[in-house]
């Protein structure tokens, strides 16, 4: 039988995703992955969860496991609501609602805000899951310029007056694929760019907890609230595992996006949210956030020192003040798919950066590495060995 | 400012569920709720789960937490494939995937196979959870006519000629609203008449374990394997709060359903999904289905004696052998809408039956009746005042 004949329209655009695939090789034992995403098994509070699981099994019984409403379980919209008030923004629990990882978020922005054919503005390059997401609603994707601060405030303005843009998103902090941080004056400039035009901005900030140096800025939510949809994750300060993502968006707003959230899974996992809700109310998170920062910090350094040491002096990257990842430039001409073949051999795994861009043939000489999973000898080693494969290959 | 042009233009196919509305509202105390559809919080085997728990943590440690595959947790994937070996369908762990309720494998659905405008045929009446997954893709809908046995299988073959029709829903056992099954002669048919015209047809299965009486009836699945994704979930076996649903399609089409579903919510909980597994795995289920069923079905008996007793001679109902829903229908003229209005006064509610036809001016002489959630004295009582209602009313 020709399955081909059952596919609608749309679904050519649904990709499967490359890194994925990429992170199915480098699985192989012996690898030094610095290619991944995910956090470090280390940073998962197990024995707090158990105790948590426990805990809300009495404390909540079988409401801890029945049908529940959409926006989510009550306990977890007011613990998140007292959490995003510590970060600047203004919220009740009521503003608060819950999704399936804040993947399920960018699907409902998708479903809700994206029209077949519409521009929607993205950073060059940006993070490839919200692309997915997306992508089934098929836009069309305009790049805003870049530098090491992130994104060119002129640049938005220019875009968004010439294609009528409409939705921008952006990962203003410790940003995946780059590590690069918007600083509070461009996020001023952008604030004012999103009211004068009318423009709806997408805020995803799933790394501002893990900061390793210096000060937390005023999320781009708490300048401009009417024109933000923030969303955030318990993915990288408890776990992925629980699939808990959260926002917050204008009423006006909101409304679609739990109507769309009905359709999709009725509501995310009530076992979890109340975990995550204990988690939170219970006072955690703040020292769970302070180990998983010296889990990583180390880890950083040591990436950082080893890329001084270990790569030629015509490659730059970028120093992050948190996140997980580290991006970098090779000079032009630098093939980073070809290395990547090259470093494979060697044991060696990355994400060439070309898959973070939207357009064909950017990004070629880009980079990004982890340093969340490996620990801090492994990652030098890892280095070393990709230096020397670098300068083999160039 | 004017949020309605951030509105794509699907999004106007994204309706709230009027039956959530209606749960809203019945969820005052004193009210004799038989309208909603969830499975009795008796019946959550909450001790087990506070084990498992522990138990999960403690064999699969981090990868409880991590980030996984969109296919679904392995150990839960092996567990899932003997239990549908024991329903006659084949399939393998490989075969089986994970997805965040059967309302995730339905809005899969949508994404994957329904484009803009398409005919799709539906039961009438049908289940609402499934219209809701698939508005947001815009169908058109057919419907295929039943009586007590189901679809007509000879009516279903004239749509699908007339209309060229290439996707089914169904729930063929024990369906909502009604609780009907369709009879092994008529899976049969369908099964000749799917495979004659290259047709896909969603069989979704929610409710097969809860069987009072008589055998179990081969699913569609094991009849005509290429032309059937069969869906179950764990809502009503384990309990909904999981938020585990579970497919087996044809190979060709499962690799579109995961790559959508990686937009969606990248998979579903590790940690409930772990859980599920061990329940599965370490032969809990079976005790439990039989306290599930000793615990429904003298409630089913209550409702099935009290509508003899209290409700007028030319009002028919349903008597599924399975299943939480009893269908009630009025004689022509009878207004089952503005009688619910009036059973919400005298604190007894239901949901009229129009709600479950996506065709207007259907089945207003309609109601469903829910017996999962009141215990058996509470149902007789709201039987009585419902059928004092009637009279007083018609």
Known sequence: MDYQKFLAGRTQNIKASVIREILKVVSQPGMISLAGGLPS???F????IDELSSLVIKKYGSK???YSATEGFPALREA???YLNKKEIRATADDVCITSGSQGLLDGIGKVFISEGQKIAVEAPTYVGALQAFNSYGPEYVCIKT???GVIPEHLEDIIKLFGIKLVYLVPTFQNPTGRTLPLDRRYKIADIIQKYEVLLIEDDPYSDLRYRGKPITPLKALAPDNVIYTGTVSKILAPGFRIGF???PPE?????IRAKQGVDLHTSTFTQAIAAEYLAGGFLDKQIKKIIALYQPKQEA????LDQHFPKNFTWSKPDGGMFIWVEGPKGFDAEACYHKAIEQKVAYVPGKYFFTGPDEGLETMRLNFSMCDADTIRKGIRILGDVIRTFS
Chains 1, 2 share one sequence.
Do not use: G, M, R
């Open 41 to 43: 098994p280390d940073s």
């Open 45 to 48: 509070p197990l024995e707090i």
């Open 64 to 66: 801890a496991f029945q």
């Open 80 to 82: 998140l609501a007292a």
């Open 147 to 149: 530098d090491d601060n």
């Open 247 to 249: 926002y917050v968006a």
């Open 253 to 257: 707003l909101k409304t679609w996006l």
């Open 303 to 306: 990436i950082l020192e080893a």
